[in-house]
């Protein structure tokens, strides 16, 4: 164990958060221990658009949903879900 | 046989029902829901469904099961979900409930459609002449919904 190890993670987005960002999947690598919240922090560094977002967003990692502190492992993958509208 | 499936192929309303056949069944309600040509006075050219498979068919399970925890009395819950492009008129998602008799079905049948909108994870972009919106039950207009210039006419 390393004090620096990396973890590489894939995030998915839907409907206006994804035409927003331009992909339906990204591929993440962050510093092991990285939370959700600073995962997508992040990512709204690198997308400024996704700000508009991310109050109405609710998370799922490897398909259950999580809290905002929830710590990502290598290979998850983080669904960002915006409300949703079926029917 | 699966009781509950997102597919982007058009629905039958019967092809459901036949999933639920059983000699036991005295009654089967449907719930089937076709687009619309128009929301709030604005004239819908066709709407766009995307789903994330992977967790909305459990979430159509899930509105199965709670289905039948709250009406032990319905025997099988069928939800089938179209996803894609569907023009006006088109169906886009059909419930199906059977139970050996008929008191309670419809109470059950109002419960499940509020409930696929409320958790199944799908989303509705409503495309017009002028413009579009993704748009959610939870009441307030994501961003993103807003007139755009229309390239596709051009």
Redo the contacts between chains.
Sequence with gaps: MTGNAEISVRVKFFAAPREAVGAGQLERTVPAGTTVEELIRCLTEEYPILRAYTRFLSVAVNRAYVGMQTELHDGDEVACLPPVGGG | MTLFEITPEPLSADAVIARLADPANGAVVTFV?VVRGETDGRAVRYLE????P???E?TLRQVGREVQERWPTIREVAIH?RVGRLEVGET??VIALSAAHRPEMFDALHYA?DR??????????EVWADGIE?????GSP????FPYLDTESH
């Design positions: 829901g469904y995307e789903a994330y992977e967790m909305a459990e979900h886009a998602v459609i696929l909108k409320e958790i199944v994870l799908i989303w509705k972009k993704w748009r959610s039950e939870s994501m961003p993103g919904s």
